[in-house]
């Protein structure tokens, strides 16, 4: 996500305008968008040319024109579009238009590379906490992609958050084979090519390589306090690019890995270490960042990516219901606010639609619970995503639940309303 601007107030009023960049900055987008909002972005209109005052036309003319209008909606609902990742808002116009009356209701479509400023009347915590997490490029940034060619040209291109950063750029000179002797000096840059972008990955032998191949001269200290680039979290790394290079330098690859690691394979290594899935053999036309699309479209690609993400969810409901048999997790509002209050929650786990209620009182408890477990020093929270079969198996099970710390055996066989008192639980809990 890229912010352009941002003003908040100390009332809590505030807004922002930003460029959604990814997918999953429109799943962001919608999940910060409720009801009563002011949310301005550009809109096209056909219009005909009788009602263009300006254009001096016959009111007779029946011809039309497609026209840019930027226009803000007071939102009364939100509809998200899965196929095409993009957000419908509508809602009754608040701008002065001469095409488009005050009050009358129109729909803004907010898809990505489309800048969008979003108004509300209070910006609570979890709004401010995914928003400022969407900047995040670091946090967001789910995809390594090793872009190679056959000519000498490599490129290590971190992507999937606010931007794109190229965190390697390998190149070599390979003389083509012509002659015998050429042949020779072709295959021995070659080799030092490939080389060199193993150092880059896997590093010469002892810990991490540098990111940067600039940082070779850099001191012993300073290469300690280098970041390796897949310390970013990615949860997949692409081999892509023309020809048999991906091939030939995933056997490289391997043949590093497992002189430096125990024998372990270069996949083998990136999950061990990193919880990162490999990706091979994707097809891209070069080894330049403009070929970088075409491998993040690739299917193998976009199934491996979102497997990835998915399997930490999974794993933690999987938890939830293993200790759910031994009294240490529960499920349903009031059983976890009961836990809560006996400060007895280890992960507090949370569907996302759970912060899209239209009932701002549940929001508010929901937000402060999260923030309290968060700060205690021994709890932790994950919010699930609801367009993730993790997330919707969480909603089933009432889109709130928790491990605890210790069993809670009478709590977890006790039967509580649900819902619980929203506003009771609210005023309680802010008197704490």
Avoid at 26 to 43: E, F, G, P, R, S
Avoid at 126 to 139: G, Y
Avoid at 358 to 376: A, F, H, Q, Y
Wanted: one cysteine or more.
């Amino acid at each position: 996500m890229k912010l352009i601007h941002e003003k908040f107030e100390r009332d809590g009023k505030g807004s922002v305008k930003c460029t959604p960049e990814t997918e999953d900055d429109m799943w962001d987008v919608y999940n910060l968008l409720k009801v009563d909002d002011i949310v301005h972005a550009t809109a096209t209109r056909k219009v005909k040319a009788s009602e263009m005052e300006s254009s001096g036309a016959n009111v007779r003319d029946t011809s039309s024109k497609v026209i840019k209008l930027n226009l803000g909606v007071k939102v009364t609902s939100i509809d998200w579009d899965p196929d095409l990742s993009l957000v419908r808002v509508s809602g009754r116009n608040q701008t002065v238009s001469e095409y488009v009356k005050q009050g009358a209701m129109h729909t803004l479509e907010l898809t990505t590379h489309k800048a969008v400023t979003i108004e509300k009347s209070e910006w609570d915590g979890e709004d401010v906490r995914r928003f400022r997490k969407a900047l995040e490029p670091n946090v967001q940034a789910t995809i390594v992609a090793m872009l190679i060619s056959d000519v000498g040209e490599c490129r290590i291109v971190l992507c999937g958050g606010a931007r794109t950063t190229v965190v390697a750029k390998i190149e070599r000179s390979i003389p083509k084979k012509k002659g015998v002797g050429a042949v020779v000096g072709h295959e021995k840059q070659l080799g030092k090519f490939y080389e060199d972008i193993c150092d880059a990955v896997l590093g010469s032998g002892s810990g991490h390589a540098s990111s940067s191949l600039s940082a070779a001269a850099a001191t012993t200290d300073e290469k300690k306090k280098k970041k390796h680039f897949l310390e970013n979290c990615p949860i997949c790394f692409i081999i892509a690019g023309p020809g048999f290079g991906k091939e030939n330098i995933l056997q490289k690859l391997n043949e590093r890995s497992q002189k430096l690691y125990s024998g372990k394979t270069f996949e083998s290594w990136l999950k061990s270490s990193f919880d990162c899935v490999l990706v091979k053999n994707v097809r891209a036309s070069s080894a330049h960042v403009g070929a970088l699309l075409e491998a993040l479209k690739d299917p193998s690609t976009r199934k491996a990516v979102g497997a990835a993400a998915e399997t930490l969810d999974a794993d933690v409901l999987e938890q939830l219901y293993a200790e759910i048999e031994k009294y240490k997790a529960l499920y349903g509002p009031s059983h976890v606010l009961k836990a809560f209050k006996e400060g007895a929650i280890k992960m507090l786990l949370l569907s996302d639609d759970v912060f899209r209620t239209k009932n701002p009182i549940e929001r508010k408890l929901w937000t402060k619970v999260r923030e309290d477990v968060e700060n205690s020093g021994f709890g932790s929270a994950r919010v699930f995503s609801t367009g993730h079969e993790s997330g919707e198996r969480l909603k089933q099970l009432t889109g709130v639940a928790a491990i605890l710390r210790f069993p809670m055996e009478e709590l977890v066989e006790s039967e509580l309303p649900n819902p619980p008192d929203y506003k009771k639980w609210l005023e309680d809990l802010s008197d704490d």
